[in-house]
């Protein structure tokens, strides 16, 4: 395609003023959407500890169920990038359309096997638990799962706004569903008192609200660089559907084996019984916290990485990844000093028993020196070599990493070395040192510049 000179080049496009614009919004997504994680487990946990215990359980399980269509939205957003990158707008919406297609397939699939074998699923990856504990897992697995198309067509949609440089708009449609969120527990939880299953629902409405909202947007902006209109002219086209499943695929392996090793070594914490559970639920939660800033890094580097490569601008995709790793690690940083300073207040906004509210102390401020090291390297930079085509080795180096050192070394230092639960915090922060180096290397080594994406 003949690119005009009236266009704007892509260093122009990505100047600091648009990079901002693409950021904030993302961090405050970022933000909302671990706060709606947040305030579910606050306010299931005035019904008990077994209820916290439940709804960490499900979401664990839920995390590595939805990745089939988790993972096809990154390939459909680097797919569309990169199209984008091109200025070739009519490819960018037919593809929009071919991952839409797939991930309803998909979802529907997950949402059926959640239904059907959600009991068997929880003894899979928990073994023995206790038996309220069982129930109210069983009861939220149920509604969550009904989610899962909703949820499978709103972060398809985002990740299309996302490709184009509209965070605005996920970030607005994460404020309305987070008001909705604490409405729903409220009403669910508070005046019905119907503990677990309120959580659940209200989280179902929220993500039949989103998902509805941001298909209707995309089908009426018929002038954008994507749009779904005539998404019920199905029409399918292979090659694209080839170029989205050949990032999609590898991401979900690769993210499938680390929810299959976190959910391994999370089993750990049942040996030790529900204080245990309780700790590292609540730890999981104000951690992900930290988590937030580095996510919206990683979703922008798909996009403007994406973008370069597609318009075929190597030195801008290496400079604007270099601008974007180096914000994150000062944000990184700054959020995870906060955490690690203000734990003890933090940890009591949960309605825990003394004994797991110290655990949850030292899970979180030995993690927090961990994150502010590697985390930036480890689960950011990855996206620019999903975005450039070189999805398949950042599988290759996560799989190698999660084996070797987050599941066997968790099990070592827990059981054979005797320092018990905490030992599956000091693995995660090796395997973030351990896949910082080969993503750098990579990155460094300049391979992924040989990777295609869009072959036609």
């Not at 508070?190 to 089908?219: D, H, P, Q």
Request: aromatic share 10%; net charge positive; charged share 10%.
């Amino acid at each position: 395609m003949i690119l005009l000179n009236s266009e704007p080049t892509i260093a122009e496009r990505w100047d600091n003023r648009a990079l901002f614009g693409l950021l904030w919004p993302l961090i405050i997504e970022q933000i909302l959407a671990v706060t709606m994680g947040g305030v579910d487990t606050i306010m299931v946990s005035s019904v008990g500890e077994y209820a916290v215990s439940a709804v960490n359980i499900i979401d664990n399980i839920n995390n590595l169920l939805i990745i089939a269509f988790t993972a096809l939205s990154t390939g459909g957003a680097v797919v569309v990038s990169q199209y984008i990158g091109r200025r070739d707008n009519k490819s960018s919406s037919l593809a929009a359309k071919q991952l839409i297609y797939s991930v309803t397939l998909i979802s529907l699939l997950m949402m059926a096997t959640a239904l059907l074998f959600r009991r068997p699923i929880i003894r899979l990856f928990y073994g023995k638990i206790e038996n309220d504990v069982m129930e109210a897992a069983a009861v939220y697995f149920f509604i969550t799962g009904l989610s899962y198309p909703f949820l499978a067509m709103y972060n398809a949609n985002a990740a299309l706004f996302r490709a184009v440089g509209n965070s605005k708009v996920t970030m607005r449609i994460a404020l309305l569903v987070n008001i909705m969120n604490v409405a729903g527990n409220t009403i669910f939880i508070f005046v019905l008192k119907i503990g677990v299953m309120g959580a659940a629902l209200s989280t179902l409405m929220c993500r039949i609200t989103a998902a509805l909202i941001t298909t209707i947007m995309l089908n009426r902006n018929v002038n954008s660089p994507i749009s779904l209109s005539g998404l019920f002219d199905f029409r399918i086209v292979r090659p694209m559907i080839r170029n989205i499943l050949n990032v999609g695929i590898p991401s979900g392996l690769e993210s499938s084996m680390f929810q299959v090793g976190r959910l391994l070594t999370q089993r750990i914490f049942t040996f030790f019984g529900t204080v245990a559970i309780a700790a590292n639920a609540v730890s999981s939660v104000i951690n992900s916290f930290s988590f937030m800033t580095g996510n919206a890094y990683g979703i922008a580097l798909l996009t403007i990485v994406g973008q370069c490569v597609g318009a075929k601008d190597t030195a801008q995709a290496k400079k604007q990844t270099f601008k974007i790793m180096k914000l994150a690690y000062i944000t990184m940083f700054i959020v995870s000093a906060f955490i690690f300073i203000c734990v003890k207040p933090l940890v009591g906004l949960f309605n825990l028993s003394p004994e797991a509210q110290n655990m949850a102390k030292t899970f979180l401020q030995v993690h927090c020196i961990s994150m502010a090291l590697g985390w930036p390297v480890s689960f950011a930079l990855p996206n620019a070599l999903r975005a450039a085509g070189d999805a398949r080795f950042v599988m290759l180096a996560a799989t190698i990493s999660m084996w070797t050192v987050r599941v066997s070394a968790a099990y070592l230092i827990t059981f054979v070395m005797g320092i018990g639960p905490l030992g599956v915090w000091l693995a995660m922060g090796a395997d973030f040192v351990v896949r910082g180096v080969f993503y750098c290397s990579r990155w460094v080594g300049g391979k992924w510049q040989e990777k295609r994406v869009i072959t036609d």
